[in-house]
T-cell receptor, first 114, second 113 residues
Framework: EPEVTQTPSHQVTQMGQEVILRCVPI?????FYWYRQILGQKVEFLVS????????KSEIFDDQFSVERPDGSNFTLKIRSTKLEDSAMYFC????????????FGEGSWLTVV | AQSVTQLGSHVSVSEGALVLLRCNYS??????LFWYVQYPNQGLQLLLK??????LVKGINGFEAEFKKSETSFHLTKPSAHMSDAAEYFC???????????FGTGTRLTIIP
């Protein structure tokens, strides 16, 4: 079974600090996503990324957030200046092609902002 | 806009009993529908998906779900619960031309020995 790999599994950071969450997609996948899940709440879509650009983003994904795929393999989510309310589990997900294919999720990165 | 409603944030069933987790969706176009499972301290694993083929979809671990357009439902069932089924279950919907998944609030399934 192919896997999406995320690092770190857990990070604690001070409010105002920058955080980078990393994801290694499944090798032949072309579409990449970030979702988040605040403790006790539903999983929410943040952003989708294809062909080195954002294809869709939610209202949550404001100027404090950015994504990139700097080396053609890792897919990263950067939070520029973390807030307490950014504490959540962040899931990377990838898909091979757009229509009909399964989205595979990683195991998540748990971010705690203190 | 799409949405998913999962009735019952917590469901408890006895080991060996029928599992029924309810999901209703709202979509302006024919949807793709999914059930994901999240075991403690793990990520989201796809259980099954409906993408306009057979309305009764079979997934992993003995789960299945039936797409009922008239009821806008996609309930998840398993004939006989096992202790290892204890987890959080999420129903999700996407438009066929839209990439993103919209999730329900989840149902925590507890199995009583």
């Amino acid at each position: 079974e192919p896997e999406v790999t995320q690092t770190p599994s857990h990070q604690v950071t001070q409010m105002g600090q920058e955080v980078i969450l990393r994801c290694v997609p499944i090798s032949n996948h072309l579409y990449f996503y970030w979702y988040r899940q605040i403790l006790g709440q539903k999983v929410e879509f943040l952003v989708s990324f294809y062909n080195n650009e954002i294809s869709e983003k939610s209202e949550i994904f404001d100027d404090q957030f950015s994504v990139e795929r700097p080396d053609g393999s890792n897919f990263t989510l950067k939070i520029r200046s973390t807030k307490l309310e950014d504490s959540a589990m962040y899931f990377c997900a990838t898909r091979q092609a757009l229509s009909g294919n399964t989205i595979y999720f990683g195991e998540g990165s748990w971010l705690t902002v203190v | 806009a799409q949405s998913v409603t999962q009735l019952g944030s917590h469901v408890s069933v006895s080991e060996g009993a029928l599992v029924l987790l309810r999901c209703n969706y709202s979509s302006s176009v024919p949807p793709y529908l999914f059930w994901y499972v999240q075991y403690p301290n793990q990520g989201l694993q796809l259980l099954l998906k409906y993408t306009s083929a057979a309305t009764l979809v079979k997934g992993i671990n003995g789960f299945e779900a039936e797409f009922k357009k008239s009821e806008t439902s996609f309930h998840l069932t398993k004939p006989s619960a096992h202790m290892s089924d204890a987890a959080e279950y999420f129903c999700a919907v996407s438009d066929r031309g839209n990439e993103k998944l919209t999730f329900g609030t989840g149902t925590r399934l507890t199995i009583i020995p």
